[in-house]
């Protein structure tokens, strides 16, 4: 396998592909491994001793194909659905997947099938079967592959996306796996949902204000990072005026690009929309405590009519007797 692909192609890979990947394979190993009961844990436990371990260790693979569009030299993956792949014969169900993609350019008929995907730690020799028998779809086609396991000293997605290239071996051409670069491309209906997926309610049953102290602390966290990368570009061009740090004009039209990005607090329109926002939290909260007032104020004047009506029964009765 080589280090890094020479074709030169940029690929933009959106976040929908990769929680999906995610998905098929947390479905297919529940289904696999289904959760013990009460009952029969103990003895499945213990009949499971011996070979349990290895049973475990054994991830399930999952496959699918992954679409999108390529425009020149840019190849960017939109979505992606599975396949039906007999793991002993490394052979695709060619009638799902005819239908799978009659299907889906019937809804999206600008994208086509740039490759696939499976999971695993590295690419095996015997991805290539399922590699060579989608070219005849895509002539190139791209191979996504999606780690399950978790390593948290890892910072990086744990994704690689892999080209394929003709390369001469021991005097044989042969087909391999090269890795290939790419970028985390997003759209506003991607990241609301990826937010609306990180912020679901947790099942332990917490609390509306333990969600919206996470999700404030996360705002702060994130604005303090912006502000001490802001500060670092300030400190780097200060340097740069008072002549410490060598003048690099490509560096410093990335730093304006980047400034040009940052929100223009500043302006007119910024204050009127501030102000109006800041307004109306201010009047829902007035009505909130309005609210409030009236609900206990109804409170004591119940509690008053109820004493009173007692005190004035007990009195009728004695003046009667």
């Not at 005026?241 to 990335?254: A, F, T, V």
Request: net charge negative.
């Amino acid at each position: 396998m080589a280090s890094s692909s020479s074709s030169g192609l940029t690929f933009k890979l959106h976040a929908l592909v990769i929680v999906n990947i995610s998905d098929h394979y947390t479905r297919v190993k529940s289904q696999m491994n289904p959760p013990l009961t009460s009952t029969s844990s103990t003895s499945t436990v213990n009949n499971n001793s011996s070979n349990g371990m290895e049973h475990h260790q054994q991830a399930p693979r999952v496959y699918g194909c992954v679409i999108g569009v390529q425009r020149g030299r840019t190849v960017e993956i939109f979505n992606s659905f599975e396949l039906l792949c007999d793991p002993s014969t490394h052979s695709l169900d060619r009638s799902f997947l005819e239908k799978k993609q009659e299907l889906y350019k019937k809804v999206f008929p600008h994208f086509y099938i740039l490759g696939w995907y499976s999971t695993g730690s590295d690419a095996e020799e015997s991805d290539m079967h399922i590699h060579k028998a989608l070219m005849d779809i895509n002539e190139s086609p791209l191979y996504v592959l999606l780690n399950p396991a978790i390593n948290h000293a890892q910072k990086d997605l744990p994704v690689t996306i892999y080209e394929s290239e003709l390369h001469v071996i021991d005097g044989i051409p042969q087909l391999i796996f090269v890795r290939s670069s790419y970028t985390i491309e997003t759209v506003e209906a991607e990241r609301i949902s990826v937010d609306h997926v990180a912020h679901l309610k947790p099942s332990d049953g917490g609390s509306a204000a333990t969600q919206l102290a996470a999700h404030l602390t996360g705002i702060h966290s994130a604005i303090k990072m912006l502000n001490s990368r802001i500060r670092v570009l300030h400190h780097y061009l200060v340097g740069m005026q008072k002549g410490d740090i060598p003048c690099e004009n490509s560096l410093l039209r990335q730093v304006s690009s980047l400034l040009r990005r940052l929100p223009a607090i500043e302006s007119e329109k910024f204050q009127d929309d501030f102000l109006m926002e800041y307004n109306d939290t201010l009047l829902i909260t007035y009505l909130a405590m309005f609210t409030n007032c009236s609900s206990k104020m109804n409170e004591v004047v119940d509690k008053f009519n109820t004493a009173y009506d007692r005190h004035s029964r007990r009195g009728g009765r004695t003046a009667f007797i």
